[in-house]
């Protein structure tokens, strides 16, 4: 689904640059790699909530003081934990389970990228076949390339799931806050050369 969404958003911003013979402002690509950068960022936060809410020793806590309520994050010492509340969800996540996450995700990834490959289609190829052809078998070729690499990646993440579970907490946590880090990075690159 992810290279679904990348061959989409490609595809739909090439027909458009081969229809009406337009580039993409550089500024416009920018705001597109920052919004993918933004992306990133806000994909490492729900992954590292993700692992806190998993652990038995971390969980949030609902009581109030002078009259507030509120909610905050409690850790526990190894052997102290308690069985606690899990605060019951408002709404289903149910819908996040058929893709749509990460046809999204694929789907920004692609518009931040298609400058460089529209580009590339309006100089270098003169026919809108050829050109469509070309855009096909590049989103074929992407999605299978992040098919293989998404599989590679997920290796170490499967097998430490069930047996090694401070394994997986740990490479979880570090994928994490990796997304975090590289997307702030990410956002500052992208915005650095436009101001």
Do not use: C
Not at 10 to 25: N, Q
Not at 81 to 105: D, N, Q, Y
Not at 154 to 170: A, E
Not at 172 to 187: D, H, K, N, P, R
Request: proline letters at 3%.
């Amino acid at each position: 689904l992810w290279g679904a969404g990348h061959t989409v958003s490609i595809v739909v911003v090439g027909i458009l640059v081969l229809v009406f013979r337009v580039t993409i402002p550089v500024p416009v690509t920018k705001w597109l790699e920052f919004g993918v950068a933004l992306m990133i960022v806000s994909l490492g936060v729900l992954a590292m909530m993700r692992i806190l809410r998993r652990r038995s020793d971390v969980h949030l806590h609902r009581h109030s003081h002078d009259g507030e309520s509120h909610v905050h994050i409690h850790f526990h010492e190894r052997g102290t934990e308690h069985a606690h509340s899990v605060l019951a969800p408002t709404h289903s996540h149910s819908i996040s389970r058929v893709g749509f996450k990460p046809l999204f995700v694929g789907a920004m990834h692609g518009l931040a990228g298609s400058a460089a490959l529209t580009l590339l289609v309006l100089t270098q190829i003169q026919s809108v076949w050829l050109a469509l052809l070309y855009l096909a078998l590049f989103g074929i070729g992407s999605t299978a390339g992040m098919m293989l690499m998404s599989g590679l990646i997920g290796l170490p993440f499967t097998f430490s799931d069930r047996r090694l579970t401070k394994i997986n907490y740990g490479l979880q946590t570090v994928a994490a806050t990796l997304s975090i880090v590289f997307g702030l990075w990410y956002a500052f690159q992208a915005m650095s050369d436009t101001l």
